[in-house]
């Protein structure tokens, strides 16, 4: 009984904070400059944690360039937006995701269509743009989400923005922790879960901790996009100690 209140409270809570940002995006946000818009969208994504009941753990530098990391949930964009704010590529379906999908679109994210050869290279041309007038671009180069016990092959393509760019990789190591410090799943969007399901699974989670360390940043001088993507797996995979396969 308590924890389907404390599961219902903590919903309560996001969802008036999900109206807040919409509230933000649609009002303040055409009227502030982008330096600003950064500070509220940390500010906003690390209350977001808060109301789930999610400790953000963080450990490392400050990332710079190109951001790739592990993908485990939707929860993920926030971790890392908590951190350090940044314009996310993201697959476009998540146009279509209640209230999250309208927050994306209107906070600098990258839309990428699968499956088409043309919106990929549209994609990489809006990313290097960005990373050459010194913004972050983040990216989950498994194209999928897992429980975070291994690290799927990265797609290489991407990488080869932050080459034309001239822009570092920063991979981003993500982890999602109960109290004793091991594994929990409850954020894993995966097995054709709904976003509610994940949600309510994350609400009723006890002593959830969101992990993310930023590893050393790789130069974009590795031969080509394929070497520096299996580069940038292997630290990751090494950093949560999960299963690899490689690329």
Request: hydrophobic letters at 50%; one cysteine or more.
């Amino acid at each position: 009984m308590l924890i389907a209140l404390r599961a219902a409270a903590r919903l309560a809570g996001l969802g008036l904070h999900l109206a807040l940002g919409l509230a933000i995006v649609a009002l303040v946000f055409p009227r502030i400059a982008p330096a600003h818009r950064l500070k509220l969208k940390r500010r906003w994504s690390a209350r977001l944690l808060r109301c789930l009941g999610v400790e953000l753990r963080a450990v490392g530098g400050d990332p710079q360039g190109l951001l790739v990391a592990n993908h485990i949930s939707f929860l993920d964009i926030f971790v890392i937006n908590a951190v350090k704010p940044v314009a996310f590529v993201s697959k476009d379906d998540v146009r279509r995701w209640p209230l999250i999908g309208w927050l994306a679109a209107r906070t600098d994210t990258i839309f990428l269509e699968r499956g088409s050869r043309a919106a990929a290279q549209h994609a990489r041309g809006r990313i290097v743009e960005r990373l050459r007038d010194g913004r972050r671009v983040a990216v989950f180069p498994e194209g999928t989400t897992t429980r975070g016990d291994r690290v799927l092959p990265f797609h290489g393509a991407l990488f080869q923005a932050a080459i034309d760019a001239g822009a570092p990789v920063t991979p981003l190591a993500l982890r999602y922790t109960s109290r004793n410090g091991r594994r929990n799943d409850a954020p894993a969007y995966i097995d054709a879960i709904t976003l509610w399901q994940c949600l309510r699974a994350i609400a009723t989670a006890e002593g959830l901790a969101a992990q993310i360390e930023v590893l050393t940043p790789l130069p974009p001088l590795v031969a080509d996009r394929r070497h520096l993507a299996a580069h940038a797996h292997r630290a990751i995979a090494h950093a949560i100690g999960a299963g690899m396969d490689e690329p």
